[in-house]
């Protein structure tokens, strides 16, 4: 059985650490012999750090599956955004104060200074009549070990630097169906979203579905064999095709409405809820 686990809001803890219990079921199934792959937004730098913490070994699909690798950092799959396609709409984002933007390439997660600065101001001028502001833009900043540059034409612009997601980050949501349309309408392009705030996009081929699809194939399994466990919008497409779909209780409503069955939530061990309860009908 492969079994695929979303991070943020799912694996993670609040602390962006993997609790003892979650650690626990996951090496209970490695130990029966089941494959446990991460499959996440994040870049495969910043997955690894809170797998390494628990000490935990096993396949990473990074980046939305933009980039698929086994337990070595083998890469089985990749599909980066067309460059030549973005770099006009990126281009269009830069020029907007109010939404903040990570460009995820083979190497980091790039931010332009000047974004930077916006974003700490408008964080500060806001924390006292609105703290939720303050966090949602410091839990942004904590789930990528950023690259900050003084201009960030500079790496759109850098043949060398191959770029495979990027992720528009706004307070105002009306704004981010804006830069969301304007990116739909981009031939070979994806949108989707971790959360309400942010949208990301990627290369249309790069879903946590097609990477998940990607995994069972190189180890032998059968799709319908796979068991899944998510809470944001971009884990609707491993929803799709999986065997088994567990929502946190945490999760969008798409999810729920789309699942076998919905576990605790990601404070609460829901991944080794969940693990224990579709383990134990295998028994």
Not at 53 to 60: L, N, S, Y
Not at 166 to 172: E, G, K, P
Request: aromatic fraction near 6%.
């Amino acid at each position: 059985m492969l079994i695929a686990l979303d991070m943020d809001g799912t694996l993670l803890n609040g602390e962006g650490k993997i609790s003892e219990r979650n650690r626990a079921a996951i090496t209970a199934a490695q130990a029966q012999g089941h494959i446990v792959a991460v499959v996440t937004g994040r870049a495969r730098k910043d997955a690894l750090a809170p797998l390494r913490e628990a000490g935990i070994i096993c396949p990473i699909a990074s980046l939305n599956g933009a980039v698929v690798s086994l337990e070595d950092g083998t890469v089985i799959s990749e599909a980066p955004l067309e460059r030549t396609i973005v770099r006009p709409t990126l281009e269009w984002v830069r020029e907007q104060s109010d939404l903040y933007c990570e460009t995820y390439t083979g190497d980091a997660v790039y931010v332009g200074l000047h974004n930077r600065a916006q974003w700490e101001a408008l964080a500060s001028g806001m924390a006292a009549a609105a703290p939720d502001v303050k966090w949602l833009v410091n839990k942004q900043f904590q789930q990528a070990q950023v690259t900050y540059v003084d201009d960030i034409r500079t790496v759109w612009d850098d043949p060398k630097r191959v770029i495979y997601k990027l992720l528009i980050f706004a307070l105002d949501r009306e704004r981010l169906r804006d830069a969301a349309s304007r990116f739909a309408a981009l031939r070979g392009v994806t949108v989707t979203s971790s959360h309400p705030h942010n949208i990301e996009m990627n290369n249309e081929r790069a879903t946590k579905g097609e990477a998940l699809k990607q995994l069972a194939s190189h180890y032998g399994i059968d799709v319908r064999d796979t068991v899944v466990f998510g809470d944001s919008h971009n884990d609707l497409s491993m929803f799709e095709v999986a065997g088994c779909r567990v929502a946190m209780a945490n999760a969008a409503p798409e999810l729920k409405a789309n699942c076998d069955f919905v576990t605790l939530s990601y404070e609460e061990d829901g991944v080794a809820a969940g693990l224990e309860r579709v383990l134990a009908k295998r028994v």
